[in-house]
Each structure stands twice: as structure tokens, then as C-alpha cells.
Nanobody
Framework: QVQLVESGGGLVQAGGSLRLSCAVS????????MGWFRQTPGKEREFVAG????????NYADSVKGRFTISRDNAKNTVYLQMNSLKTEDTADYYC?????????WGQGTQVTVSS
């Protein structure tokens, strides 16, 4: 069974930075490509960033390219999302999951609010 716990969200001014973490339980963490996703009220959850099993390859949504960086530490079973140059439109609940996501693995997420 895989459990995902996100943390690191908060309130930040536009132009600021946050680093999100996703702690993954289970010894099979290294088998999974991982991703970060986000959702705002009334909208579908959207892909933000992904990383392969080794951490050597990443991909991003166009809206965050050049500002966000995804990484993983397989020794710590943790995935990170460094978010720089935040914009008000980045305000959302952020979630991690495998890539592609598995419904049963969705956690509580962490809330990010970017003020103008």
C-alpha cells in the first residue's frame, strides 16, 4: 500500500518561493515515476510536473516551465517541488501521485495561496 503525505504549502506574496515535499510510504517508491498536480475549486485537477524513477528526467506543464523544479530523493522516499517566481494563478491545492496517477493514492494535498 502506498501513502502520500504532502507538506510545505502556505501563503506567499507574488514573486516569492515555496518548496513542497511529498513523503511516500512503502519500499516500492523507486519503482514509480512521480508527479505533482494541482486543483482549484470548480476545476479539474491538472498536471504540474513529473519526474522519472531515477530523477534524471523531468517534464512540466507549460504554465510552470522555468519557474518550478521537481526532484526526488529515493533514499528518503520523498518528492519535492521547488516553486519560484510564484504568480497569483498558482494558487491551488497541490498533490503528488504516481505518474500516471492512481486514484487510491491521492492524499490530502497542501494548500498554496499566492497573494498580489
Amino acid at each position: 500500500q502506498v501513502q502520500l503525505v504532502e507538506s510545505g504549502g502556505g501563503l506567499v506574496q507574488a514573486g516569492g518561493s515555496l518548496r513542497l515535499s511529498c513523503a511516500v510510504s512503502g519500499r516500492t517508491f523507486v519503482r514509480y515515476p512521480m508527479g505533482w498536480f494541482r486543483q482549484t475549486p470548480g476545476k479539474e485537477r491538472e498536471f504540474v510536473a513529473g519526474v522519472n524513477r531515477s530523477g534524471g528526467s523531468t517534464n512540466y506543464a507549460d504554465s510552470v516551465k522555468g519557474r518550478f523544479t521537481i526532484s526526488r530523493d529515493n533514499a528518503k522516499n520523498t518528492v519535492y517541488l521547488q516553486m519560484n517566481s510564484l504568480k497569483t494563478e498558482d494558487t491551488a491545492d497541490y498533490y503528488c501521485n504516481t505518474q500516471p496517477p492512481v486514484y487510491a493514492y491521492w492524499g490530502q494535498g497542501t494548500q498554496v495561496t499566492v497573494s498580489s
